[in-house]
């Protein structure tokens, strides 16, 4: 089964307000990626994490992975109608991926 | 987006019947898999290949089957097909360990 838990499964997200998603697991983690599938869409790659404490940007999104490499989090600032969709979190373990359940987000204008 | 062609992209059949999904990639990478995409499950591992002949179970395999004679097409097949099995199919690939994975635009099956 899913090895990683995703929370919120919804956010539903003024637009404009940020938001945080996270990713967590109950074991120690190689290394985390994170997809984002638009609604109709295939899941496409954001970004990958390695190291303790990482933290990556990417424009508005900031990930984050755990000092104890069991969690990740997504941050997004400012969130625009372009953000809509569900965003994975997946444990990278022995050549296959785990994927989480997902956040699906949804933007008020 | 990388080269990745599923097919077909969307098909309807009856209970018991068999059905062959097709994933085919240009780009010579070496891991393939298949995903099955439910609410409120993500996408979950049906089966993957880490090479030509060589493929291994995920963690929803069973009433599934799949094969690999060439680097670029990875078939996944159902053999009798049941409603449970309605779900939309993703196909990705891989070039190793620590890779992104590349998706490919899905099929979305339906069994009556």
């Known amino acids: 089964g899913q090895q990683v838990m995703q929370i919120p499964q919804y956010q539903h997200v003024q637009e404009g307000e940020d938001f945080t998603t996270y990713c967590n697991s109950s074991t120690t983690l190689s290394n985390i990626q994170w997809y984002k599938q638009r609604p109709g869409g295939h899941p496409v790659f954001l970004i990958q994490l390695v190291k303790s404490g990482e933290v990556k940007k990417q424009k508005r999104l900031t990930f984050q992975f755990g000092e104890a490499k069991k969690n990740s989090s997504l941050h997004i600032t400012a969130t625009q109608t372009t953000d809509v969709g569900t965003y994975f979190c997946a444990e990278d373990n022995d050549y296959k991926l785990s994927f989480g359940a997902g956040t699906t987000v949804t933007v008020r204008a | 987006d990388a080269g990745i062609t599923q097919s077909p992209r969307h098909k309807v059949t009856e209970t018991g019947t068999p059905v062959t999904l097709r994933c085919h990639q240009t780009?010579?990478?070496?891991?393939m898999y298949w995903y099955r995409q439910d609410p409120g499950h993500g996408l979950r591992l049906i089966h993957y290949?880490?090479?030509?002949?060589?493929?291994d179970k995920g963690e929803v395999s069973d009433g599934y089957s799949v094969s690999r004679s060439k680097t670029e097409d990875f078939l996944l097949t159902l053999e009798s097909a049941t409603s449970s099995q309605t779900s939309v199919y993703f196909c990705a690939i891989r070039q190793g360990g620590g890779q992104p994975q590349h998706f490919g635009d899905g099929t979305r099956l339906s069994i009556l």
């Open positions: 290949s880490y090479g030509v002949k060589d493929t």
């Open positions: 780009e010579n990478h070496r891991y």
